[in-house]
C-alpha cells in the first residue's frame, strides 16, 4: 500500500475513506458501499469511527484544504483493522497487493518477535506493541474467507466428484446439493464461500472422500 499522511483519533492510526480508496486503486464510493454491505463484519470503534457534531467539526477545521471534506455530514475513519477487511473484500489489483502485504508483515513482525524477545534492548512497552500487532494481523488472517480463486477451485473439486459418483443428470443435481450441504454443515456456514481460506484444503480433502 502506498505511502500515506495517516492521521491519529483517539491514540490509533486512522485513514479517511478517500484515503483508502487512492491506496486500493478504487474510488470512494465503492468504499463506502463495500462496508455498507458488510457492516455486520465491522466494529465501531476497532475497524472505524464515525464522527459527527463537535468531533467532525474539529477535524475540519485541521483539515481546512480537504475540498472532500466540504459537505461531509458524517465522516468515517477507518483503523489499520479496518483497512484490511477493506482490502480483504475488495477485488482491485491494488487491494491484493495490500492484503499480500499484511500476510508477509505478519510473519515479519512474528520473527521480530522472536529475534528481539531474546536480547533486553527492546523495552517491555515495546514488546506488548508488536505482541498486540500480531494478535490482531492473526486474527484478520484467521478469519478470511475464500476469494473468487479458492471458491472456483472448491466448486470444480465438487463437480469433480460429482462425476465421479453418477452419471446420471438428474442424480447428479441432487448430489451437488448434498456436497454444499454438507460442507456448510461442517464448517457452520450459511454458503460455501464462508468458508476460511486455513480450511479450504481440510474442504477440498472432505469433497473428495464425501460419499466413501
Not at 494481523?137 to 472448491?154: A, D, F, I, Y
Request: hydrophobic share 35%.
Amino acid at each position: 500500500m502506498q505511502e500515506l499522511q495517516v492521521l491519529e483519533h483517539l491514540d490509533k492510526r486512522v485513514l479517511t475513506t478517500q484515503q483508502i480508496a487512492e491506496a486500493f486503486g478504487t474510488k470512494a464510493k465503492v468504499i463506502t458501499r463495500n462496508f455498507q454491505r458488510n457492516n455486520d463484519h465491522y466494529e465501531q470503534g476497532v475497524h472505524y469511527f464515525a464522527l459527527t457534531g463537535e468531533f467532525l467539526k474539529q477535524f475540519k477545521g485541521s483539515r481546512q484544504d480537504d475540498v472532500t471534506l466540504k459537505f461531509v455530514s458524517v465522516l468515517y475513519l477507518w483503523t489499520e483493522q479496518g483497512a484490511w477487511l477493506h482490502a480483504k473484500s475488495l477485488n482491485s489489483d491494488k487491494a491484493w497487493q495490500a492484503y499480500n502485504m499484511l500476510i508477509t508483515n505478519y510473519y515479519q513482525i512474528k520473527k521480530q518477535i522472536e529475534e528481539e524477545s531474546q536480547t533486553l534492548a527492546i523495552s517491555y512497552k515495546q514488546f506488548q506493541q508488536i505482541e498486540r500487532r500480531v494478535e490482531t494481523l492473526e486474527q484478520l488472517v484467521k478469519n478470511v474467507t475464500l476469494h473468487s480463486g479458492e471458491q472456483l477451485r472448491l466448486r470444480k473439486a465438487v463437480g469433480a466428484r460429482v462425476c465421479e459418483l453418477t452419471d446420471n443428470q438428474g442424480a447428479r443435481q441432487a448430489l451437488f446439493r448434498s456436497i454444499y450441504a454438507a460442507l456448510k454443515e461442517r464448517y457452520h456456514v450459511g454458503s460455501y464461500r464462508d468458508i476460511k481460506q486455513y480450511q479450504l484444503q481440510d474442504a477440498l480433502r472432505f469433497v473428495e472422500k464425501w460419499g466413501k
